[in-house]
């Protein structure tokens, strides 16, 4: 049966336990290593990931790619504008095609359906690059930056401020999986999806829903923003104005317990939902949370080809 990685309950508690410790073992072996050189053990060595990119992309488009070499095997990037996805044909034909000439398929997009239809069609892996309902492989990276930081996942306090978006959906995600805790912390009308609280409520986890910053960030142990205003949206000056009261400072970080770890997933908007202070402090995580998504997608992908 062909693995998807769609999200994280596609692959489930244990199975996302293995892929950080995998992530761990092969990013540990590789230090001191020039970037480009392969692992020891080439595991998708001939193999190729076909990468469709909908939506703008730094982190998600490089570290596929590198993932992708370090593992021995080769990318092919396509743009939707430049491919004829962009200029009409089916998402079922797409599908069709590309599993004929790769092994798997990364989609960075925005309907969540339409990756759900890529994956009904396809005869390979599709992996969720991003939608605007859910990104696990970026929670993958988070997972695997605090257990590096030393954060045992089961129990772990979390708290969420700003904008209920598709990170946070995969953050309440894995608390089920993973039996941690998330208070999330957002202006009236900026509530996440309540399906993914219902869920990780259901298999044991906690997430509450707080209009108060404070009341959030108090002795949680990781405390995780993102962007106000994501991809494609307008930077509308009635949601800044709402989301003014849970930007990320010092005197929020204070708050925390001791030994807390700042979290964002990337590009920052410096001065809106993060201060300088913050994710430049000692408490920030975000280069390693940054280049941890090489690390975290290469056992995703290990994973996806019946290896974990």
Not at 38 to 44: N, T
Not at 131 to 151: F, V
Not at 205 to 230: C, F
Request: proline share 4%.
């Amino acid at each position: 049966m062909t693995r998807h990685f769609l999200d994280l309950s596609d692959a489930g508690g244990d199975a996302v336990a293995a892929m950080l410790a995998d992530a761990l073992d092969r990013k540990g072996a590789r230090t001191g290593w020039p970037k480009g050189k392969v692992d020891a053990d080439a595991p998708l060595g001939g193999r190729i990931l076909g990468m469709i990119f909908e939506k703008a992309s730094t982190r998600t488009r490089v570290s596929f790619d590198v993932a992708m070499r370090q593992l021995g095997g080769s990318a092919i990037v396509m743009d939707a504008g430049t491919t004829q996805l962009g200029r009409g044909e089916t998402i079922a034909d797409t599908a069709r095609v590309l599993s004929r000439m790769v092994d798997a398929i990364m989609i960075r997009t925005g309907d969540h359906a339409k990756i759900e239809e890529l994956a009904h069609y396809a005869t390979v892996p599709v992996i969720n690059g991003l939608t605007d309902a859910s990104h696990p492989c970026q929670i993958m990276a988070d997972l695997l930056t605090l257990i590096e930081r030393g954060h045992a996942l089961p129990g772990l306090e979390v708290a969420w401020l700003g904008d209920g978006n598709n990170v946070l959906h995969s953050i309440i995600e894995a608390a089920g999986l993973m039996k941690f805790n998330v208070r999330i912390a957002v202006p009236q009308g900026y509530e996440p999806d309540p399906r993914w609280a219902e869920a990780a409520n259901a298999s044991g986890a906690r997430v509450t829903l707080t209009r108060d910053a404070a009341e959030a960030a108090s002795g949680a142990n990781v405390v995780v923003t993102d962007t106000w205003v994501s991809m494609g949206q307008d930077h509308a000056d009635d949601k800044l104005a709402a989301m003014a009261p849970y930007q990320v400072d010092p005197a929020l970080m204070a708050r925390a317990a001791a030994g807390a770890t700042f979290l964002h997933c990337l590009p920052a908007h410096r001065g809106e939902e993060v201060t300088d202070a913050v994710i430049d402090g000692p408490q920030s995580a975000v280069w390693d949370e940054a280049e941890n998504r090489i690390h975290a997608q290469k056992s995703v992908l290990r994973w996806c080809f019946g290896q974990l």
